[in-house]
C-alpha cells in the first residue's frame, strides 16, 4: 500500500518561511515524478510545484515561481517544498503527491497518489 506522509505545516506570519516534508511508503521513489497541490478554502485543488522522476526539472504554479522550491532525496525517500516569503494567499492545505506512470512529468491537473495534507496558514 503507498502511502504519502506530509509534515511541515503550521502558523507563519506573511515574509516567513516554511518547509513542507514528504515521505513516500510502500513503493519505489527514484522512477517516480512527485508534486504539491493546494486547496485553500472554498477552492479546488490546485497544482503548486513539481519534480521529474530525476530531478533535472522543476515546474512551478505562477503565483510561487521565485518563492518556493521543490527537491528530492532519492536516498531517504523524501521531497520537499521550501516556501520562503510566504503570503495570506499562500494560505492553504497542501497535499503531497505522485504518478504511478514512471519516466514522465507529473501531470499538474491530477495524480494518481495523494497524502493526508498539511495546514499552511499565513497571517497578515
Known amino acids: 500500500q503507498v502511502q504519502l506522509l506530509e509534515s511541515g505545516g503550521g502558523l507563519v506570519q506573511a515574509g516567513g518561511s516554511l518547509r513542507l516534508s514528504c515521505e513516500v511508503i510502500g513503493r519505489a521513489f527514484s522512477d517516480h515524478p512527485m508534486g504539491w497541490f493546494r486547496q485553500a478554502p472554498g477552492k479546488e485543488r490546485e497544482f503548486v510545484a513539481s519534480?521529474?522522476?530525476?530531478?533535472?526539472?522543476?515546474s512551478y504554479e505562477d503565483s510561487v515561481k521565485g518563492r518556493f522550491t521543490i527537491s528530492r532525496d532519492d536516498a531517504k525517500k523524501m521531497v520537499y517544498l521550501q516556501m520562503n516569503n510566504l503570503e495570506p494567499g499562500d494560505t492553504a492545505v497542501y497535499y503531497c503527491?505522485?504518478?504511478?506512470?514512471?519516466?514522465?512529468?507529473?501531470?499538474?491537473?491530477?495524480?494518481?497518489?495523494w497524502g493526508q495534507g498539511t495546514q499552511v496558514t499565513v497571517s497578515s
Open positions: 503527491a505522485s504518478n504511478e506512470l514512471q519516466f514522465a512529468p507529473m501531470s499538474r491537473t491530477g495524480a494518481d497518489y
Open positions: 519534480i521529474t522522476w530525476n530531478g533535472r526539472y522543476t
